[in-house]
Structure formats: C-alpha cells, structure tokens
C-alpha cells in the first residue's frame, strides 16, 4: 500500500540552516565587523541601483505619506540609504544598525544630506532596546539571524501600524539554485524570501507581497572561470574540492562569456512584503 502523507518543509529549521552557512562563509573571511572594508562599496551599489526608480521604495513612501506625524524603526539601517530616503515622510526614524562600519558610512549620510529627523542605536535586532513605533522596516538585515519568528514577533512587539521586510527572491532555475540543489536536495542556497514568506505562513501572517521592477540588479560577473567556481565556494561556504568537477560544468553550462568575462544569468530581484499589525 502506498503511503502518500507528505514531510511538511520545517521552514524556520531551513532558515536556521542556511543562517549557518552565511555564518561559516563570514567566519571563513575572518572579521569581527563583516562590513569593515566593504561598507562604502555597498553604499555605493546601492546608489547606482537607486538611480531607477522602483516599485519598493514608491509603495513604502506613500503608505508613510499617508501617515502624517508617523515614526519608523529602520533595523539593520546599514549606510543609512534607506533612512536617507523615508525621512522627509516621517517624523522620526529609529535607525538600528550593529557594524561600526556601517554606522560610520550612515553618519556621513545623514549629515551630508543635513537630515536632522533620524535617531541612531548601535544595537543588534531583535535585543535592541526600542519604543513602540507606527511603522517597522527591515531590508536585507535579516539574514543572520537564525531565529526568524523572534525576529518578526519583536518586529510586531513594536510596531503600531505596518511591518515591511524586503528580501532576496531568487530564482529557483539560477545558477545558485541549481548548485544547491545538487548539494542539499533544495534549491536555496541562502536565507531569502521563499523561505520567510512560508515561515510568516507558518506564524498566522499573512502578508502583502510586491516583487521589485525588473533589471534593478545588474548580472554578477567574473573574469574566469576559476574565479566563478571560487564565488559559488564562498557563498557556500565549500571548503573542499568534492564538488568542484560538477560546479564547474555547471558554470561551464549556464554562464557567457562576453568581452572576456563571464556573465551570470539574472537570478535575483527583491520582494517587499508588508502586513498589518494585529493587536489582541
């Protein structure tokens, strides 16, 4: 007799496992600050991207417009990009944010853009220290924290009105699904949104989702092959060379080569979910 039950996906344990591996890779590069050397370049990628306008930041803004007087905790604040953006809509912004690199790059853009509105807070998320607040916000800031429901709940702890989180939403057909797959059995290779959208399932949420304008991310490039095999390794936190033949036809297969380099196909855009705060 057949047995057709289905193995639920343990979603928060999947998260909890992909944490893990980010947390190798960054102890593999051996910093106590991840962000000390490279917070300036990220804040100048994000920059470029924001050239374009994209549905995100539109969609925040205008729920935050509509709210006059309202506040935001911005967690995990980074360079302070975000901050920078919403704080003409509010009237004050927490900003949380742990890296003293980051929160050196997100001084200099408060004060280069003589924003006055926007409190700092060295602190990690979800220990931080906080008041209640109308709207709460996360981009990207999530991922090394293993325990995502205690992340949210301490979310929806403090906010009155709206939470929003923005997150990767790969491919499941990209390059790093394709690796994963062959490795785990699944194709995630990092903590992203098709994760934490089931984990919010799995919580009783059920939020708004609004995927980013198309081409806001620029392909990944390398300039061999070796260099590729050596990014897929790192993102994976591989350390041996078990794999390498099948990672490297992989690459070989999927990506380009143009003007001497090799060309990633597009596997990532972002997702904002939101949702209302249910008080009992």
């Not at 102890?27 to 549905?55: C, M």
């Not at 539109?58 to 975000?82: E, R």
């Not at 003409?88 to 006055?116: G, H, K, N, Y």
Request: hydrophobic residues 40%; negative net charge; charged residues 25%.
């Amino acid at each position: 007799m057949q047995d057709d039950r289905r193995v639920e996906t343990d979603w928060a344990g999947l998260w909890r496992e992909l944490c893990e591996v980010s947390r190798q890779r960054e102890a593999a590069e051996d910093g106590q600050d991840a962000w000390t050397g490279r917070s300036r370049r990220h804040h100048a990628r994000t920059t470029r991207r924001w050239a374009k306008p994209d549905s995100t930041r539109q969609t925040i803004a205008a729920m935050l417009a509509a709210a006059p007087g309202a506040t935001l905790l911005d967690i995990g604040a980074g360079t302070g990009a975000w901050a920078a953006y919403f704080a003409p809509f509010v009237a004050r912004i927490t900003a949380v944010e742990p890296s003293p690199a980051m929160l050196d790059v997100l001084q200099e853009t408060l004060a280069d853009q003589d924003i006055r509105n926007v409190d700092v807070l060295q602190a990690a998320w979800p220990d931080a220290d906080v008041e209640e607040h109308d709207f709460s916000f996360c981009s990207h800031a999530m991922y090394g924290h293993p325990d995502l429901p205690a992340f949210v709940r301490r979310m929806e702890q403090v906010t009155r009105r709206t939470c929003f989180l923005v997150l990767r939403a790969p491919s499941t057909e990209g390059v790093m699904a394709e690796a994963a797959l062959h490795l785990w059995g699944h194709p995630y290779d990092s903590p992203n949104f098709q994760i934490a959208y089931n984990v919010l399932l799995r919580m009783g949420i059920r939020p708004n989702v609004l995927f980013e304008d198309a081409g806001l991310w620029q392909p990944w490039t390398s300039d061999t092959l070796p260099d590729a095999l050596a990014e897929v390794k790192r993102r994976l936190a591989l350390n041996t060379t078990e794999h390498d033949a099948f990672l490297t036809d992989l690459l070989r297969r999927r990506l380009r080569e143009e003007d001497g380099r090799f060309v990633w196909p597009p596997g990532v855009r972002s997702a904002l979910v939101y949702w209302q705060v249910e008080r009992d």
